[in-house]
Protein backbone atom coordinates (compact mmCIF):
# COMPACT_ATOMS: atom_id res chain seq x y z
CA UNK A 1 0.00 0.00 0.00
CA UNK A 2 1.34 4.00 -0.78
CA UNK A 3 1.41 5.61 2.00
CA UNK A 4 2.78 9.13 2.50
CA UNK A 5 2.59 10.61 5.55
CA UNK A 6 3.09 13.92 7.72
CA UNK A 7 4.29 14.87 10.20
CA UNK A 8 5.80 18.10 12.69
CA UNK A 9 3.16 20.47 12.04
CA UNK A 10 2.34 22.49 15.35
CA UNK A 11 1.62 26.02 16.89
CA UNK A 12 4.54 27.72 16.69
CA UNK A 13 4.84 31.88 17.13
CA UNK A 14 5.95 33.90 14.25
CA UNK A 15 9.64 34.27 13.92
CA UNK A 16 9.89 30.23 15.28
CA UNK A 17 10.44 27.42 13.24
CA UNK A 18 9.43 23.87 12.35
CA UNK A 19 10.31 20.97 10.80
CA UNK A 20 8.09 18.58 8.78
CA UNK A 21 8.62 14.94 7.45
CA UNK A 22 7.02 12.99 5.28
CA UNK A 23 7.41 9.26 5.21
CA UNK A 24 6.98 7.13 2.35
CA UNK A 25 5.77 3.41 1.91
CA UNK A 26 4.99 1.15 -0.78
CA UNK A 27 6.47 2.87 -3.96
CA UNK A 28 9.94 3.21 -5.19
CA UNK A 29 10.36 6.85 -3.17
CA UNK A 30 14.29 7.39 -4.71
CA UNK A 31 12.78 7.26 -8.27
CA UNK A 32 10.31 10.12 -8.02
CA UNK A 33 9.83 13.95 -7.38
CA UNK A 34 8.72 15.48 -4.06
CA UNK A 35 6.55 18.43 -3.33
CA UNK A 36 5.19 20.23 -0.60
CA UNK A 37 1.69 22.13 -1.19
CA UNK A 38 -0.15 23.93 1.24
CA UNK A 39 -3.28 25.25 1.43
CA UNK A 40 -4.16 28.33 3.71
CA UNK A 41 -7.37 28.35 5.74
CA UNK A 42 -9.86 29.68 2.69
CA UNK A 43 -7.72 29.50 -0.16
CA UNK A 44 -6.88 27.24 -2.71
CA UNK A 45 -3.72 24.78 -3.13
CA UNK A 46 -0.25 26.81 -3.06
CA UNK A 47 3.13 24.62 -4.29
CA UNK A 48 5.88 25.98 -2.08
CA UNK A 49 8.80 23.69 -2.96
CA UNK A 50 10.00 20.89 -4.96
CA UNK A 51 13.36 18.46 -5.09
CA UNK A 52 14.05 15.90 -8.05
CA UNK A 53 14.49 12.65 -7.28
CA UNK A 54 18.17 12.19 -6.39
CA UNK A 55 17.88 15.30 -4.15
CA UNK A 56 20.49 17.52 -6.37
CA UNK A 57 17.75 20.19 -7.67
CA UNK A 58 15.68 21.80 -5.55
CA UNK A 59 12.77 24.89 -6.37
CA UNK A 60 10.76 27.09 -3.90
CA UNK A 61 7.96 29.40 -4.11
CA UNK A 62 9.19 33.25 -4.14
CA UNK A 63 7.54 33.95 -0.81
CA UNK A 64 9.45 30.88 1.03
CA UNK A 65 12.90 31.12 -0.80
CA UNK A 66 15.32 32.15 1.86
CA UNK A 67 13.51 30.85 4.25
CA UNK A 68 12.40 27.24 3.63
CA UNK A 69 14.92 24.11 2.72
CA UNK A 70 13.67 20.78 1.15
CA UNK A 71 15.55 18.29 1.51
CA UNK A 72 15.22 14.03 1.18
CA UNK A 73 16.57 11.09 2.44
CA UNK A 74 16.41 8.76 -0.06
CA UNK A 75 18.20 5.84 2.17
CA UNK A 76 15.39 6.81 4.67
CA UNK A 77 11.99 7.30 2.49
CA UNK A 78 11.89 10.44 3.73
CA UNK A 79 11.17 13.81 2.60
CA UNK A 80 11.57 17.42 5.06
CA UNK A 81 11.10 20.83 4.80
CA UNK A 82 12.33 22.88 7.19
CA UNK A 83 10.91 26.12 7.77
CA UNK A 84 12.54 29.45 9.78
CA UNK A 85 10.99 32.54 10.20
CA UNK A 86 7.65 31.62 10.03
CA UNK A 87 5.35 34.14 9.17
CA UNK A 88 1.57 33.98 10.34
CA UNK A 89 0.76 33.97 6.56
CA UNK A 90 2.41 30.63 6.75
CA UNK A 91 -0.76 28.93 8.54
CA UNK A 92 -1.60 26.36 6.23
CA UNK A 93 -2.42 22.15 5.86
CA UNK A 94 0.81 21.15 4.30
CA UNK A 95 1.19 18.51 2.13
CA UNK A 96 3.58 16.17 0.66
CA UNK A 97 3.33 14.93 -3.02
CA UNK A 98 5.43 12.19 -4.93
CA UNK A 99 5.08 11.80 -8.81
CA UNK A 100 7.21 10.12 -11.54
CA UNK A 101 7.05 13.40 -13.87
CA UNK A 102 9.91 15.63 -13.62
CA UNK A 103 8.93 18.91 -11.69
CA UNK A 104 10.36 20.63 -14.45
CA UNK A 105 8.04 20.58 -16.52
CA UNK A 106 5.19 22.27 -14.26
CA UNK A 107 7.78 25.06 -13.31
CA UNK A 108 8.44 28.17 -15.10
CA UNK A 109 11.27 29.92 -14.19
CA UNK A 110 10.82 33.77 -14.75
CA UNK A 111 11.90 37.28 -13.17
CA UNK A 112 14.15 35.22 -10.88
CA UNK A 113 11.79 33.25 -9.34
CA UNK A 114 9.96 29.32 -10.05
CA UNK A 115 6.44 29.53 -10.95
CA UNK A 116 4.29 26.20 -10.56
CA UNK A 117 2.13 25.83 -13.98
CA UNK A 118 0.41 22.47 -13.06
CA UNK A 119 -2.77 21.39 -12.01
CA UNK A 120 -1.70 19.35 -8.37
CA UNK A 121 -2.21 16.00 -10.20
CA UNK A 122 0.39 13.41 -8.12
CA UNK A 123 0.57 9.73 -8.35
CA UNK A 124 0.48 9.99 -5.00
CA UNK A 125 -0.80 12.20 -1.49
CA UNK A 126 -0.01 12.65 1.81
CA UNK A 127 -2.81 13.22 4.37
CA UNK A 128 -1.30 16.73 5.66
CA UNK A 129 0.31 18.44 8.28
CA UNK A 130 -1.01 21.58 10.03
CA UNK A 131 1.30 24.71 10.81
CA UNK A 132 -0.30 27.55 12.92
CA UNK A 133 2.07 30.46 12.97
CA UNK A 134 0.72 32.92 15.61
CA UNK A 135 1.14 34.60 18.80
Known amino acids: EVQLVESGGDLVQPGGSLRLSCAAS????????MTWVRQRPGKELEWVSS????????YYEDSVKGRFTISRDNAKNTLYLQMNSLKPEDTAMYYC????????????????????????????WGMGTHVVVSS
Open 97 to 124: AADQTPITKTLRFYGGGYYYTGDYVFNH
Open 26 to 33: GFTFSVYD
Open 51 to 58: INSGGGST
